[in-house]
């Protein structure tokens, strides 16, 4: 029962923090400024709006059965009550009204009309509180004749309830406002934090972030700052490291390389300059996977003119690409142009053509990337994501590589906060779906 309940509130909850907070200070508030309202509306205020109307219609009441039993008094008897109470009276036989004049969603005319009702009777009286700003209408009729009545609202009901839902009202609304702002102050710290690490997580290095907010959320940012530091010291430090090692590993092998030059067994020295040639490339695989998270500023992209460029490059008939629609995201253009060229190669090396068609969502954008090439077993499309994996069978994806091209691949693209999957290929080959966050 409970958990239902549960999952219900948090489906009607809101999901932002700040939002959450809102409801929390201002129902209470607002809870409390009903539970007065009603409590005065209930006992005071309608008791008080009865016992004024019954007042009212009793002196009605009474001038009636005045005008009735001493006719010859009348005009002294309704001056004193003008000068007094601030009644208008007149008798007339005109016609009595047929149409109500009531307002039916109304307390003042809805206490009105009960106690009229109960004193008069039905069909007997009329009245109207809407006709004039300051004045209620009444017209009672008495046998022939028609007494019409013309009284102060103050009379039918009491001229403080505006007063008294303003100085209910105004305070909350003011107290509300002020929650407002204290609560986007407090919750702008956390929205910072969690747009920094959200940037970090995709490979950006936040190096403007400071700390901000209530001492909780101070430590939380400064904790979340010197993990990155220590990210990134790291990050340096192996790319330092293998391209200290890269330097290491080249000279001896240009040494080799000028040795074998000089070798007199040409059959010798030329298959032993393919393997240290294939040793220089593997090399340069290793320091490419390495540097993927190389520092790079995040910028805003035209996927259409990467492309483009991406086919001006590559200078093959046999890459077609449909980049129609104009699409701009956000992220490091080197990187992603590294990945949608190795993505490409790979199809124009085990393939005859490649076929891109970049697509614009509402808050993605989605590049299709298809070849006629052999393909990869639906089994291993997890398997050739791992660094150092190899394909042994129709179709390998780095012939003089060490596996590492499609790790780079979905590193670069899972880093700007998108996806990677693979497929089959409307034309038998391997479909290459990316997809980029705007």
């Known amino acids: 029962m409970f958990s239902g309940f549960n999952k219900i509130l948090k489906i009607i909850l809101p999901k932002r923090l700040f939002y959450r907070a809102l409801i929390i200070v201002a129902a209470p508030t607002i809870l409390l400024q009903l539970i007065i309202t009603i409590v005065f509306y209930d006992s005071i205020w309608i008791k008080a709006n009865k016992n004024t109307t019954r007042s009212l219609v009793a002196q009605l009441k009474t001038i009636e059965e005045i ?11 309704t001056d004193s009550y003008k000068n007094n109470f601030n009644f208008e009276i007149g008798i007339n036989q005109n016609e ?17 009309r009960r106690e009229l009702k109960s004193v008069f009777g039905n069909n007997n009286y009329w009245f109207s ?11 009672i009729k008495s046998e022939k004749d028609v007494i019409e009545f013309l009284v102060p609202k103050e009379m039918v009901s009491t001229s403080s309830v505006r007063l008294f839902v303003l100085w209910t009202t105004l305070p909350s609304i003011v107290l509300i406002v002020i929650a407002l702002i204290f609560l986007k102050n407090q919750t702008r710290p956390l929205v910072k934090l969690a747009k920094a690490a959200e940037r970090f997580g995709k490979g950006d290095y936040v190096n403007d972030f400071r700390p901000s907010g209530a001492q909780e959320i101070r430590k939380a940012a400064y904790e979340f700052d010197r993990m990155a530091k220590r990210i990134n010291r790291h990050l340096n430090q192996r790319s330092e490291m293998l391209s200290g090692i890269s330097h290491d590993l080249r000279t001896p092998l240009t040494r080799l390389k000028l040795q074998l030059a000089m070798l007199s067994q040409k059959d010798l020295s030329k298959n032993m300059s393919k393997d240290i040639d294939e040793m220089e490339k593997m090399l340069n695989d290793y320091l490419q996977f390495a540097k993927t998270q190389a520092q790079e500023t995040t910028i805003d992209i035209n996927l259409n003119s990467l492309f483009d460029e991406i086919y001006k490059n590559f200078n093959n008939d046999n890459l077609r690409i449909n980049n129609s629609e104009v699409i701009i995201i956000k992220g490091r253009p080197v990187a992603l142009k590294r990945s949608f060229e190795n ?6 090396t085990y393939g005859k053509k490649v076929f891109v068609n970049l697509q614009k969502f509402s808050n993605r954008a989605m590049i299709i990337i298809d070849d006629d090439g052999p393909g990869i077993p639906e089994d291993q499309f997890k398997n050739v994501f791992k660094p150092f994996f190899r394909l042994d069978k129709s179709r390998s994806l780095n012939k003089s590589g060490v596996g590492l091209g499609l790790a780079i691949v979905e590193d670069i693209i899972n880093s700007h906060g998108g996806n990677i999957q693979l497929g089959k290929s409307q034309f038998s080959g391997l479909q290459v779906k990316i997809s980029l966050p705007f």
């Not at 307002?103 to 206490?111: I, N, T």
């Not at 993505?343 to 124009?348: A, M, S």
């Open 343 to 348: 993505v490409i190669q790979n199809g124009l």
């Open 96 to 112: 009595f009204p047929q149409i109500s004049g009531e307002r039916k969603f109304s307390p003042m005319d809805r206490s009105l």
């Open 129 to 139: 509180t809407s006709k004039f700003k300051k004045a209620v209408e009444i017209k």
């Open 67 to 77: 005008y009735k039993n001493d006719k010859k008094n009348l005009d002294f008897f």
